[in-house]
């Protein structure tokens, strides 16, 4: 039977790239009828300096992001992972399954650690192990990601395959990432070779889900673009990465297809186009931001639905950590 997981980590604001790329999927396979497990990965947030207090708030602010997008935790699991000790008690395991080699080929590894990766934390360089966990401590058949998460989703299905293989069982299964839709890469808005990412320092890269009409209309206006006009077929894309960015936002948030947006504007000059993807953006986000706001005016009603979660996740993970400790070696007393 399928069951689904994914994660987010708080280590800032939602972005609208967390949202298309992510959220939505979270919604749809909810709504499929799916068993659906979705976490505040607050473990994998601390691999880089967290404040406490800041982590708190946007561990709570992510979880009124996830409902007030659609997530309903009557019918999808919602919790913070340090509540279910059972990650990172699989990823030790995972850290003793994974090989170095393969960490280091990481992109988003080399990405964020950078030149200076001597002075990485640790944590950071062991994420995919902690994220393999994550996911098999469910046994999670399906993992909703953004296109950056893939090679991590492909590294969870390696470690999976070294664990069967090197104690000769059948017990973790070969996890598909799902990358759906037309916005699996929303890129910076400053530009268009990076991705959108909430720990960028300059906050006119990315539009937060809990930017205002104004606020997401400037940043939309001054988006780097170049100085043609917009083609009219998906070809003419091809080297106009910030058009394409714009672009596929606003098939995305329009739930249209790139060429069937080209169809309506192709012709027109950025001046035209953005107010309308500025309009659009508003009136798509407007109404998440206004009910993030309201579920955040409550926040020990958000903790109770995370304590609840957790209990529920842990029914699911204490069994299968149970058995892998047996399949392991591990003496139960
Ligand atoms: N720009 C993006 N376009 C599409 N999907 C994206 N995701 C992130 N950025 C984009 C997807 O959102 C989910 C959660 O990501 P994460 O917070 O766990 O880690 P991340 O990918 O590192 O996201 P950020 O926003 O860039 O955070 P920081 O800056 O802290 O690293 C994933 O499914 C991801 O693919």
């Not at 006119?204 to 917009?230: E, F, G, P, V």
């Amino acid at each position: 039977t399928p069951r689904v997981f994914s994660g987010i980590q708080p280590s800032g604001g939602l972005t609208l790239g967390n949202y298309l790329g992510a959220i939505r999927r979270f919604v749809d396979m909810q709504n499929e009828g799916i068993q659906t497990i979705y976490c505040m990965v607050d473990l994998h947030a601390i691999t880089v300096w967290q404040d406490p207090a800041a982590l708190r708030r946007q561990t709570r602010e992510l979880a009124a992001g996830y409902i007030a997008a659609g997530l309903d935790p009557a019918r999808s699991i919602l919790f913070n992972q340090s509540q279910v000790p059972e990650h990172a008690q699989l990823a030790w395991i995972f850290n003793c399954v994974a090989r170095m080699g393969w960490m280091q080929r990481m992109t988003q590894w080399k990405d964020k650690a950078g030149k200076n990766s001597q002075n990485a934390s640790l944590g950071l360089f062991a994420y995919p192990a902690l994220m393999a966990a994550d996911i098999l401590i469910y046994h999670a058949t399906h993992v909703p990601v953004g296109e950056d998460q893939k090679q991590h989703v492909e590294l969870t299905r390696d470690i999976a395959a070294k664990f069967n293989h090197d104690y000769k069982v059948d017990f973790f299964p070969m996890t598909e990432p799902v990358i759906e839709g037309t916005a699996t890469r929303v890129m910076s808005l400053r530009d268009g070779s990076r991705k959108m990412s909430k720990s960028d320092p300059s906050d006119m890269s990315r539009i937060n889900m809990t930017d205002d009409a104004d606020t997401i209309s400037q940043k939309i206006r001054k988006a780097r673009t170049d100085a043609d006009a917009l083609p009219s077929e998906t070809d003419g894309l091809k080297d106009r990465p910030e058009a394409r960015n714009l672009v596929s936002i606003y098939a995305a948030l329009s739930d249209m297809t790139m060429a069937e947006v080209l169809a309506d504007v192709g012709g027109k000059q950025f001046s035209e186009f953005k107010p309308m993807l500025a309009e659009l953006a508003v009136a798509k986000l407007a109404p998440i931001s206004t009910e993030m706001a309201r579920l955040m005016q409550a926040p020990e009603e958000i903790d109770a639905i995370l304590g609840r979660g957790a209990a529920d996740a842990r029914a699911i993970a204490a069994p299968i950590l149970e058995k892998t400790y047996e399949i392991v070696g591990m003496v139960r007393s």
